[in-house]
């Protein structure tokens, strides 16, 4: 048992992640650490508490690291994408455990009426009405992060040909993308197409056709000298990472988000579903 061994968990702010950090401590609590949790307002500030040995194990995407850390550019095959950021961040002692199946990507989001209205499946079909003068101008919502990420708002826009003014632009917090999309306080944001606020608020995610948004894989990734000293923290993450898939996150996500149950509460359910800690 290691109880008097306490490792540092971090997340970002919004939901998945609390959920990811929570099934972590869990199995890990069972494994007999002790676990502090740390919540971090964005990619930038969790990666330089990480960097900075603040924290110890938290959850990442592939394509976060890659552009934003790295600065190597968005990767469009989703193992090349894994491979090149466990390649590049073992260089630091920054070590990635076996990434899920759940990839958080993004994606364009709006109301399914405006789009039936309009006949609007993809991006290119809504890049096709925004440059028709006689329609009126549509605002659009984002996180703050995606306005300056590389492959953030001003990729979308080289890759689909047009722009969005900066007064249709609306900056909001990440768990609230969907909601000002339900409120008609924007007509499109661009958010995580693992909300599940988006059949909930009878919303849609339009097709991508010319693939602007990379696969967003998520892994727990590990400070080297943790794992190399506690080396049995590795199987029982590696084996959450292969129970979770989108169609599960989403579901998580709903539990929280929509029916307002208790993340812990949720996360150990799951847990035990999967046969990955004991029932009580």
Do not use: C
């Amino acid at each position: 048992m290691n109880a008097h061994l306490t490792i540092k968990l971090g997340s970002k702010a919004f939901t998945e992640q609390y959920l990811l950090m929570k099934m972590t401590a869990l199995l890990l609590m069972e494994e007999g650490f002790d676990i502090e949790e740390m919540r971090f307002l964005d990619s930038p500030s969790i990666r330089d508490a990480f960097e900075n040995k603040v924290i110890d194990l938290y959850w990442e995407y592939t394509n976060t690291a890659k552009t934003i850390y790295h600065k190597n550019g968005p990767g469009y095959d989703s193992l090349e994408a894994y491979e090149s950021v466990k390649k590049e961040d073992e260089k630091n002692d920054i070590i990635w455990l076996e990434k899920s199946d759940f990839n958080s990507s993004w994606g364009l989001i709006m109301k399914e009426s405006f789009a039936k209205q309009h006949q609007l499946d993809s991006v290119s079909d809504l890049v096709t009405y925004m440059s028709n003068q006689e329609h009126p101008s549509l605002k659009m919502a984002t996180n703050d992060e995606y306005l300056i990420r590389e492959d953030g708002l001003s990729h979308l826009e080289d890759v689909y040909q047009f722009t969005v003014n900066k007064d249709q632009l609306l900056a909001v917090d990440s768990e609230l993308l969907s909601l000002a999309v339900k409120e008609s306080r924007v007509q499109v944001a661009v958010g995580m197409i693992t909300d599940s606020r988006i059949e909930d608020y009878h919303l849609v995610v339009l097709e991508d056709n010319r693939k602007a948004f990379p696969p967003y894989d998520a892994a727990p990734v590990v400070q080297r000298k943790m794992i190399e000293q506690y080396p049995e923290i590795q199987e029982p993450l590696e084996k959450l990472s292969a129970s979770i898939t989108n169609e599960e996150m989403i579901g998580l996500n709903y539990r929280v988000d929509v029916l307002h149950q208790d993340v812990g509460k949720v996360a150990k359910a799951f847990l035990q579903e999967q046969g990955l800690l004991r029932a009580e």
